[in-house]
């Protein structure tokens, strides 16, 4: 009997395995989705606007973000903004895993009525890790680079940013 039981759990157990397939079928299960990125927020003199204490504060409630859906800005669809701080510096945790297509996501963030960027990010082939980050067409940063801290600098009002909508 039990040599039976032996040979039902081998051949159970080798049934399982043979559905797994090669390792690289398993990457990307069960891994953390790794989809949002730091973006702190300075003015040209480097302070820190998410700091209350200083003239040019951004309520981080005001800022908006919403996802670009075939090459349109998509306003009934927001993201998720978290205000969030770290060793005393605050910024802002911006996910990009609501929506994506061909391999990108992108957002476009108005962090004030006057200061509007378009971060568009390159996801890995699993859409669950973002591996490089674009600001306004420009390569800001690579998946090589490690931690995804990203400082937004405010623009001066002579730049001539979009209006939030």
Not at 40 to 66: C, H, V
Not at 72 to 83: G, I
Not at 110 to 128: A, G, H, K, R
Request: glycine content about 8%; proline content about 3%.
């Amino acid at each position: 009997m039990i040599k039976v039981l032996e040979y039902i759990i081998i051949g159970i157990s080798v049934f399982m395995l043979h559905g797994c397939g090669s390792e690289a079928d398993l990457i990307g299960l069960g891994t953390v989705n790794d989809l949002s990125i730091n973006a702190y927020l300075r003015d040209s003199a480097g302070n820190d606007l998410l700091d209350p204490t200083q003239n040019e504060y951004i309520n981080p409630d005001s800022i908006r973000a919403f996802y670009v859906k075939e090459g349109q800005v998509d306003l009934n669809s927001p993201t998720w903004l978290t205000e969030r701080e770290d060793n005393g510096l605050k910024y802002i945790d911006v996910y990009f895993g609501l929506h994506h297509e061909n391999g990108y996501s992108t957002l476009v963030v108005y962090w004030t009525n006057t200061w509007v960027d378009t971060i568009c990010c390159q996801l890995n082939e699993y859409d669950d890790i973002i591996t490089d980050v674009y600001v306004d067409g420009k390569s800001i940063w690579s998946i090589s680079e490690g931690a995804r801290d990203i400082v937004f600098t405010r623009p001066s009002v002579s730049d001539g940013q979009k209006n939030r909508p």
